[in-house]
């Protein structure tokens, strides 16, 4: 989706032995994009990435009446491959490669933009002639420099593809990367990881390692190390061995981590390593260069 807020965030003190464990805790920005709320975690001012994750998104809940839904218009991106996750709800995907794609919980969406890409997203029509909710996550992956001008691509794995396990009794599914015994067969560019658990309330989850790791609690609430982690926050936590999360109520989190590719410039859809490349794809975009959408031809968010 096109890039639209920003985020605060709050810092945890650090030198306080309850805190140790825990970097930074974000609160999002919202907006209210005519019936549907958007949660924006990353990027922030002071905290831009988490390991190779430069944008985190919630979308929702929402909830439509019939005639009304998602409708994205064609846009553009560079530099990234972005990842589209379901708890509620359906979404169709178009691309410039012809992809023609129904995302439903559980899938995973994943969208290499690479050297270039132009995508909607919409609702079919029989999801739009009846009420419907829709709740989600939209997450972009900053590509490391030697894949930032790769071919763009499109994956689709469905739900029954992501390995599901039980972690002392928590049931995990391991979108991205390798956790907790098992692997993801989802792409991956650089070691990336993403997970999403529930906890039921008092239930408790030791974290994986990584380089760079956060937690966000998409529902619920969670303590950890002596602080409070209210729902839609976002925690990162040191790389340290040992940090765990226990639930003070029914609750769902995902995590996102892995290691860091470098420093990235973000502006609008684009994100890449280098600043003229940005300055070349607004160009590329608002002269029409870039390829249409296959079957969406006609709209577009101007730049």
């Known amino acids: 989706m096109s890039n639209v807020l920003e985020s605060a965030e709050q810092s945890c003190d650090a030198t306080e032995a309850p805190c140790s464990a825990i970097e930074t805790i974000l609160s999002p920005r919202v907006a209210d994009l005519g019936g549907f709320s958007v949660r924006r975690l990353l990027p922030t001012a002071k905290r831009k990435m988490v390991g190779p994750w430069i944008f985190f998104d919630e979308m929702g809940p929402a909830d439509f009446p019939a005639g009304e839904g998602i409708n994205v218009r064609p846009h553009p991106h560079i530099g990234i491959a972005t990842v589209t996750y379901l708890f509620e709800g359906e979404i169709l995907h178009r691309d410039s490669l012809g992809s023609l794609q129904p995302i439903r919980p559980g899938d995973i969406n994943l969208m290499v933009a690479g050297s270039g890409i132009t995508h909607s997203e919409r609702e079919r029509r029989e999801i739009t002639e009846s009420d419907h909710r829709l709740h989600g996550l939209q997450l972009w992956l900053a590509l490391p420099e030697a894949h930032e001008e790769t071919d763009p691509g499109f994956h ?32 991956q560019f650089s070691e990336t990881l993403y997970l999403e658990a529930t906890l039921e309330a008092g239930q408790t989850l030791e974290l994986p390692q990584a380089a760079e790791r956060a937690v966000y609690v998409a529902r619920g609430a969670l303590t950890a190390h002596g602080s409070e982690l209210p729902a839609h926050s976002m925690t990162v936590f040191a790389p340290e061995a040992g940090v765990s999360v226990t639930a003070t109520e029914d609750t769902r989190i995902a995590l996102i981590g892995g290691e860091p590719v470098g420093r990235r410039f973000i502006e609008w859809n684009f994100v890449s390593s280098r600043q003229d490349r940005i300055d070349q794809a607004r160009d590329d975009w608002r002269a029409g260069r870039f390829a249409r959408v296959v079957g969406d031809e006609v709209e577009f968010i101007p730049y």
Do not use: F, K, L
Request: overall charge neutral.
């Open 156 to 187: 689709h794995y469905p739900g029954n593809d992501i390995p599901a396990i039980e972690v002392n009794g928590v049931p995990v599914r391991v979108m991205m990367g390798s956790a907790y015994g098992v692997t993801s067969p989802v792409r």
